[in-house]
């Protein structure tokens, strides 16, 4: 979530953000999968749309304390719609290769090798 929020408030380039969100995702998307013996893929796609869901829950919270005297909430689509869109296709390709990394590092070895 971390990086979704570095990634939609930041003012540095669109190019500097995805690489800091991408790796982020990255890592995530490797840990979600080894966390489990199977199913890597899904386990990493989970931790992107946990990710993301968290952002969406920061905003409509921030939205209620805006209603109630707070500072202004962040948009939940920052930087416009094709940057956004741009932002979380990436964040989901770096969670799967993650997830794909953890999963070819982490294959049983075959029985009867030495």
Do not use: K
């Given at each position: 979530?971390?990086?979704?929020?570095?990634?939609?408030?930041?003012?540095?380039?669109?190019?500097?953000?995805?690489?800091?969100?991408?790796?982020?995702?990255?890592?995530?998307?490797?840990?979600?999968g080894?966390?489990?013996?199977?199913?890597?893929?899904?386990?990493?796609?989970?931790?992107?749309?946990?990710?993301?869901?968290?952002w969406?829950?920061?905003?409509?919270l921030?939205?209620i304390?805006d209603?109630?005297?707070?500072?202004n909430?962040?948009?939940?689509?920052?930087?416009?719609?094709?940057?956004?869109?741009?932002?979380?296709a990436?964040?989901l390709?770096?969670?799967?290769?993650?997830?794909?990394?953890?999963?070819?590092?982490?294959?049983?070895g075959?029985?009867?090798?030495?």
């Open positions: 979530m971390g990086a979704i929020g570095l990634m939609t408030g930041s003012r540095a380039e669109l190019a500097s953000r995805l690489v800091i969100t991408c790796a982020a995702f990255a890592v995530g998307g490797f840990l979600a080894v966390r489990t013996i199977d199913r890597r893929a899904a386990h990493a796609v989970a931790s992107w749309g946990v990710g993301h869901a968290l969406v829950v920061f905003v409509l921030a939205a304390a209603g109630l005297g707070g500072p909430p962040p948009s939940l689509v920052p930087h416009g719609a094709t940057d956004t869109f741009i932002a979380v990436a964040a390709a770096a969670a799967l290769t993650g997830g794909w990394v953890a999963n070819s590092w982490l294959r049983p075959r029985q009867g090798r030495r």
